[in-house]
């Protein structure tokens, strides 16, 4: 296995022998493989499109299969043999279609010709011949480019996966996704043909995040700030982890009425900011922290627990027979909910012992997105001009267990008292309750949301660059970023688009940006490793 697409791959090199995140060599390989296939099948997708041949079948499984190979997210073989040989028989079927319509497909008969071996150990073999270091380029650099393009297109494939659930979508979401795939096996492209793809990706990623902004707001309203407590009521519990909102919504409604409380866990905090999902009475508070901390926190937590989308960790025997996956999430020998009947996991969560009783914990603030923080845009920029308010600085982005991450907590408690901090994705868990004050009655600390809602946090910046008649670029703002997965490289994308310069990035850089592309983003963007608190802030404040 060859696997370096999250930031804590081995030596800071790549995955060989075991992922760090758990996963296996035959998982790995299947990954690779799925990824082939559905490279194989954008192949007919585009030309299916050309000759006005649409699949939406092959549209929304292409996302879901894209989505399943980002980091966290699914580690059952069993479940990749079945993706494998769905996207082969839509590939097909898509194949008969164009077919049919006229089109000249010799020459992508040519180089779609795969067939998938009958058992997994043949899978598994076929995979092993498909990976990351197999993509044709002439230069280290090259294939570099493909690499982030694919990973910026798995963040993409998540995003649009989440609106997509709840009824919204972009045709042109779809049509990038094809040609994006398609371009990772052509062998004649250059650097100068492979630079505007990858920032056509943080493009078409900004219109997913916009859509899915529209779709969580229109299916739960726009957030308001919301007190949540971090303790606990008496009685039965279920715990959501992960992001998907209409994964608890469908919790809250089948659970409503049976004296069980329901739980967020990580990056679903935001939620108790949107009014639909606040209006369950049995929608409490917020258990532990984040992702990499579930052995801890899903082994004291008396109740059932479900996992939504990326962010699983290879559950521990004591809490094993208490888990549940949806969606595209898996792991071998977890109960898997097919069909979004949460009836095993209620039955569960009755069965077991849940809380004694009431306790009594902090409480943190949430439900700070666009419409929230543009409310009082006039103070805000009032603070600013008459100084009380001297910078912001958006800390955000993916938390990890890797040694530095430290950095951000130490920086946000060396931000001086002039200073608002804006954060979102679990990242802020490293500060999500400590108590910075406020100036003038604006929060110090505010929680914007997800990862999934930084739609909301370029909408800000944008806002307040016209307020004040500025660029992004020259307001008092600067971006420090923490990274993990292909989601924050979809995101880091987007910044690029938008010309964003002078993010500082942590706390190491990808594996898979060689010295000189990362050169071309230092002269073009200015991108910055971070270093100390104390030389970054004196570095951006003076």
Sequence with gaps: ???????????????????????????AALQDLLVYTLIELSYYATEGREAGIVDHEADIFTLEALFSTLTNVDFDPKRFAVLINRTVSLRDALKEKVKAAGVNIDRIEAKAKFKPENTLEGLIKQGEQVGLESYPAGSGDIRSLKHILLFGLKGV??????????????????????????????????????????LKCGEVNLKAMEVLDAANTGAYGHPVPAKVPLG??????????GHDLKDLEDILKQTAGKDIFVYTHGEMLPAHGYPELKKYPHFYGHYGTAWQNQHKDFAQFP??????????????????????TVGTVGWPGVTHIP??????????????????????????????ARNTVMGVAGKVIEAVKNKDIRHF?????????????????????????????????????RFFDKDLGD???????????????TYSAIQIAV???????????????????????????????????????????????????TPNILDVLIRTFEIKPVKSPDEDLKAILG
């Design 1 to 27: 296995m060859f696997c370096y697409q999250c930031e804590q791959t081995a030596k800071g090199e790549g995955c060989t022998k075991i992922g760090v995140c758990g996963k296996q060599p035959d998982v």
């Design 157 to 198: 494939a998540a995003y649009a996966y989440h609106a997509q659930l709840l009824g919204l979508e972009d045709d042109s979401i779809y049509l990038f996704t094809y040609n994006a795939l398609s371009a990772l096996m052509e062998e004649n492209l250059m650097l100068n043909d492979l630079l505007p793809l990858v």
């Design 232 to 241: 606990a009521k008496k009685g039965k519990a279920i715990l959501v982890s």
């Design 303 to 324: 109740g059932a627990i479900l996992m939504t989308t990326n962010c699983i960790q290879k559950p521990l025997d004591t809490y094993m027979d208490s888990i549940f």
């Design 339 to 368: 069909d979004r009947n949460f009836a095993p996991v209620i039955e569960k969560a009755l069965s077991m012992q849940g809380f004694a009783e009431d306790t009594n914990g902090k409480s943190v603030m949430v439900g700070f």
């Design 393 to 429: 600085f958006l800390v955000a982005g993916c938390d990890g267990a890797k040694p530095g991450r430290n950095y951000y907590t130490e920086f946000v408690e060396k931000v001086p008292k002039d200073c608002v901090v804006l954060t979102l994705a679990c990242g802020k868990f």
């Design 439 to 453: 100036i003038g009655g604006i929060p110090r600390l505010l929680d914007i949301g997800q990862c999934n809602d």
């Design 463 to 513: 806002a307040l660059a016209k307020a004040f008649d500025v660029g992004v670029n020259d307001l008092p703002l600067s971006f420090i970023l923490s990274w993990y997965e292909q989601k924050a490289v979809a995101i880091l994308l987007t910044l690029f688009y938008l010309n964003i310069k002078n993010i500082r990035l942590g706390p190491s850089l990808p594996a898979f940006v």
